[in-house]
């Protein structure tokens, strides 16, 4: 078979099995658009900003466990896929994303729309290509799978120049069924020996703590920790990223930790003996003071990625591989084993994690007049059975739909958590929804963080994207007012969100409902409504607490036992008093 | 501590800039870096000299393994080895007392005097880092035109050997 380079770059994605290609046209690619035109086995979908496509395609990623799949043009397609390429490369998400380029001859000649997006994208990509040659075009774009989705993920440039898709030159057509690469081979086993030493500590632990991560949902292995989990019956939490892998209503589960953590989870992770870290990486958000980080534990760090260990926190059993590799292994042995969790010292510790759990540190006013933003998500979660699938933007809405809203499975709860990028909340929802048409998929959002990628309701119009969106209204860039109320003694500098649009006409105009919710009983039955209508998208503007801040907070450098409680809860709200 | 990391690595274009670019974006020293095709022309060979603490180290050889195009790496300075830079130095040698003393020094150095013109003498000169400092050092009552350093290159002594397998 004889093709283009055009039509080799899409024979190449349908014999990779691509769904959907989410993409913006531009000169650079007019050959590849060309190539498009007449197939229908790769699905284009044609956002409004090409920052949305790769949100859009890192969000399909989440959602489906395979690579999102993006095509932009060169110069100002490929600098505006930047943020979404940085926010994927964050949250190790596969993602092969096409610029195009402008003809080889033309490089380095400040041509029309030429940028060096090799050079630009180098330090947030985990690869990137320029193809030089048609005859590299095949196993360039194999390469780029195989390095997106392998090992730890992340995504990968191909720069394609225009020439290289010149549908004059025409080449015999082959698609590597696998490539090898000397430079590159991920482990997936872990070492036995290292595997047996942990299993040792953990069963000779007396406080001991189970700490998951973003891994454990990219690496497919909620089954297997799972099973971990309730064989040793020890206490869990999850960071930000790993929500859902252990159900949230699991009696092991102590919630999320860190910066907006439970009093719980953070408090077991100051007193632990062992921790067991998942597939998570000592995010600063999570470790807080590095110098008070679980000050009396031994420390089991399983993650795919050796510069994972020992980055911020040096620790004593290191073990490099696929999370769910190693925890099969680590669950034959713990069957095997005749040694067993100490019960009695486990007893003592389940007295003292309980007692900080009946401090309730997720309490709020549910006697307000006003309507709160935590009961806003705890009604979406009973509305949609905690099945739906949630993204969201950043900022005080992201921590309450994910404190909040409770998830079950993974892959469910999709947020941009490394590079926390405003504006990823509705494209992302886009990918999900067209992975999952059957699926409820919900965008909790601010007005502030909407408005970042708002044209996407275009999109959303054009594929029937029936998203929920549900804004929390707080007429406020509330993190930072949250920050500024708590640090810089109130002075509340350009967090205040003035002139806002009239989000119900706004979403009418894009030929969506709208829905304002301003009052307490107002709440359930218009949330009722918009989300019985199933194939709509519905815009819910709800008006929500001003002055309302997420609990518990730990300020930035201090410790897991420092924490500024709500107002609500049987805790005293300032971290300078005694805690502990 | 200064350490020497030898690489080998794709010979394509930009696999020097992934390099430099992981130095600087996570803030990591580089006192020198060498790179130059290898007897396989597929691949390169860098050296890279740069000085931290041992946890910076420790993630500056995990950085740098992660780079795709990185194929092996060595920290040669955790074994025996042996380093080597070159130098090229001009020196102003107008009287005779300068151009004695000169040839002299670049003697006691195992120096090479490559070229020669009224006024200047030029020096090659091999050797560990060190070695050079100490040549620039003892020509401290000359004036120096010129230095050029090729940066630091180093090989294991012994059968160990940095290659695919
Ligand atoms: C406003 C805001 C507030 C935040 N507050 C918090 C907070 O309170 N608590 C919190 O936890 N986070 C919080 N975050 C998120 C935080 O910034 C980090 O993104 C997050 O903590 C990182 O999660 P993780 O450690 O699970 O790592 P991820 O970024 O999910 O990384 C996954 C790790 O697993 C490894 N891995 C990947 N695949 C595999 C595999 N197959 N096998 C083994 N290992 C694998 C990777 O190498 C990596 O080390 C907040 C973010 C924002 C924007
Ligand atoms: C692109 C981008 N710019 C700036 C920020 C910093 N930032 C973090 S949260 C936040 C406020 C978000 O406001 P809103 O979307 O209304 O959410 P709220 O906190 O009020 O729930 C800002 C500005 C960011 N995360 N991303
Ligand atoms: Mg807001």
């Given amino acids: ?580 | 501590m200064r350490h020497i990391i030898s690489i080998l690595i794709e010979n394509e274009a930009g696999a020097l800039s992934r390099v430099a670019g992981l130095f600087s974006a996570r803030g990591y020293n580089i006192e020198s870096l060498t790179v130059a095709p290898t007897e396989d022309a597929s691949l390169s060979r860098m050296t890279i000299v740069t000085t931290g603490t041992d946890r910076i180290i420790e993630q500056i050889t995990k950085q740098l393994n992660k780079l795709v195009d990185v194929v092996k790496l060595m920290e040669l300075s955790e074994g025996p080895h042996i380093e080597r830079e070159m130098m090229l130095i001009k020196v102003k040698a107008a009287t005779m007392d300068q151009r004695d003393d000169v040839k002299r020094l670049s003697d006691i150095f195992r120096g090479h005097i490559i070229d020669v013109t009224a006024s200047t003498y030029t020096i090659e000169l091999t050797g560990a880092g060190s070695k050079l400092d100490s040549f620039i050092e003892a020509l401290s009552e000359h004036k120096i035109l010129e230095t050029v350093r090729s940066g630091v290159s180093g090989i294991a002594r012994g059968e160990k050997c940095l290659q695919l397998n």
């Fill in chain 1, 1 to 580: 078979m004889e093709l283009s380079g055009a039509e080799i770059l899409v024979h190449c994605l349908k014999d990779e099995g691509v769904e959907y290609l989410f993409g913006y046209p531009g000169g650079a690619v007019l050959h590849i658009y060309d190539a498009l035109y007449n197939q229908e086995e790769v699905k284009h979908i044609l956002v409004r900003h090409e920052q949305a496509a790769t949100h859009a395609a890192d969000g399909y990623a989440r959602a489906t466990g395979n690579p999102g799949v993006v095509l932009v043009t060169s110069g100002p397609g490929a600098t505006n896929a930047v943020t979404g390429i940085a926010t994927a490369y964050m949250d190790s998400i596969p993602m092969v994303v096409i610029t195009g380029q402008v003809a080889t001859a033309n490089i380095g000649s400040d041509a029309f729309q030429e940028v060096d997006s090799v050079g630009i994208t180098r330090p947030c990509v985990k690869h990137n290509f320029l193809v030089k040659d048609i005859n590299d075009l095949a196993e360039t774009i194999k390469k780029a799978f195989y390095v997106a989705t392998t090992g730890r993920p992340g995504p990968v440039v191909v720069d394609v120049p225009k020439d290289i898709t010149d549908p004059n030159i025409k080449i015999p057509y082959v698609y590597p069924q696998s490539v090898q690469m000397r430079s590159y081979q991920p482990v997936t086993k872990g070492h036995p020996g290292q595997i047996k030493r942990a299993v040792e500590l953990m069963l000779s632990a007396k406080k001991p703590m189970i700490y998951t991560g973003g891994g454990v949902v990219l690496g497919n292995a909620a089954e297997p920790l799972r099973k971990f989990v309730s064989t040793l019956g020890y206490p869990v939490t999850s960071t930000l990223m790993g929500l859902g892998s252990i159900p949230w209503d699991d009696q092991q589960f102590l919630g999320m930790l860190g910066m907006h953590g439970t009093y719980e989870a953070n408090m077991a992770m100051h007193d632990c003996d062992v921790l067991i870290a998942i597939g998570a990486r000592f995010d600063d958000r999570v470790t807080g003071k590095i110098a008070e980080f679980c000050p009396h534990a031994k420390i089991v760090h399983i993650d795919i990625d050796p510069s994972s260990i020992s980055k911020t926190i040096s620790v004593d059993v290191p073990i490099v591989g696929n999370v769910a590799d190693v925890l099969n292994d680590m669950n034959q042995l713990l069957s095997a084993s005749k040694t067993k969790p100490d019960q009695t010292a486990l007893t003592d510790w389940w007295n003292i994690i309980n007692g900080w759990r009946a401090k309730k540190c997720m309490s709020y006013d549910r006697n307000s007049d006003q309507i709160k933003p935590q009961a806003v998500v705890e009604m979406v979660h009973e509305i949609t059975n905690g099945d739906a699938y949630v993204t969201s933007d950043v900022g005080q809405h992201q921590m309450w739909a994910a404190q909040y809203y409770g998830f079950s499975k993974p892959n469910r709860w999709i947020n941009s958590g490394g590079l926390g990028t405003m504006g990823f909340g509705l494209p992302a929802a886009m990918g999900v929804q067209l992975a999952f048409p059957e699926e409820t998929v919900i965008c909790i959002t601010g007005e502030g963080s909407i408005q970042m990628c708002i044209q996407e309701l275009s999109t959303c119009l054009q594929y029937g994207l029936p998203v929920k969106i549900v804004a929390l209204n707080n007429r406020y860039l509330g993190m930072v007012r949250q920050w500024q109320e708590f640090f810089y003694q109130n002075r509340y500098s350009h967090s205040y969100m003035e002139s806002l649009p009239d989000f119900v006409k706004l979403a009418e105009s894009y030929g969506h409902v709208g829905i304002r919710i301003e009052r307490v009983e107002d709440l359930r039955p218009k949330l009722e409504e918009a989300f019985a209508m199933k194939d709509r998208l519905v815009f819910l503007d709800i008006v929500t607490d001003q002055t309302e801040n997420v609990y518990p907070m730990i300020a930035q450098g201090k410790a897991h036992n420092e924490m500024h409680m709500s107002p609500y809860c049987d805790l005293p709200q300032d971290p300078e008093r005694e805690l502990s």
